[in-house]
């Protein structure tokens, strides 16, 4: 069985997929970014660790083999096909909050929202929220360890990149389809993806 969703621009999806399931995660048109966090869908109180994920990946940058990896050390999904390489890990969500701190710009809602927006049919909320995977993003890390002034630039703009990840248990993965105008992230134009949700 294949679910196939469209999500629009600056939209949400949240869903659970089950173990040795695969979800597959397309950047349609190319530029945008996408922002995940996952859960263990039995016990979401459990979820996705950046510290532990990027110790055993050794790597700022996520592509295909790596595991995405909970607080406890258990492999929530694995990367297993990339056509795009090297996801961002540090940039974080944007917000409405963040917003006007970084661009001054008020009542401009973000990915934090959108995450509120889908984790809040599974009983979850703000105190659920921890650092997130920038799929399909850039937040390239200077020799002299400084971020460029905007944190994101632009990406590798690649319509019909994908990267689909095997859930390595019952695994529940928040999306948000990047609203962001504000840096270069999404080339100005957030535009759809797809998401495709395959039985093990």
């Known amino acids: 069985m294949t679910d196939s969703i469209i999500v629009e621009a600056g939209g949400a999806w949240a869903g659970v997929v089950p173990k040795g399931g695969k979800l ?7 530029g945008q970014g996408v922002d995940f966090l996952c ?4 016990h979401p109180e459990e979820r996705y660790h950046a510290p532990n994920t990027l110790k ?3 790597s700022l940058k996520l592509t295909k ?6 607080d406890d050390a258990r492999s929530i999904f694995t990367i297993s096909e990339d056509t795009f390489g090297g996801h961002d890990t540090i940039g ?7 917003n006007e701190m970084l661009y001054g710009v008020k009542g401009v809602t973000g990915c934090r929202e959108n995450f509120l927006s889908g984790l809040k049919s599974f009983g979850l909320g703000r105190r659920d929220i921890v ?13 002299d360890r400084t971020l460029s002034k905007t944190v994101f630039v632009a990406n590798k703009a690649i319509p019909g990149a994908r990267v689909v990840l095997r859930a390595d248990m019952n695994a529940l ?28």
């Open 65 to 70: 083999e790596h595991k995405l990896y909970s």
């Open 92 to 98: 974080g969500c944007c917000s409405e909050v963040s």
């Open 173 to 200: 993965a928040v999306i948000s389809n990047c609203p962001q105008v504000n840096n270069p992230c999404n080339y100005g134009n957030p535009t759809e993806i797809e998401v495709i949700i395959s039985a093990a």
């Open 131 to 143: 650092p997130n995977i920038n799929f399909f993003c850039n937040v390239p890390v200077n020799a």
């Open 56 to 58: 055993a990946a050794g």
């Open 39 to 42: 859960y263990n869908a039995d």
């Open 24 to 30: 597959t995660i397309i950047d349609s048109k190319g």
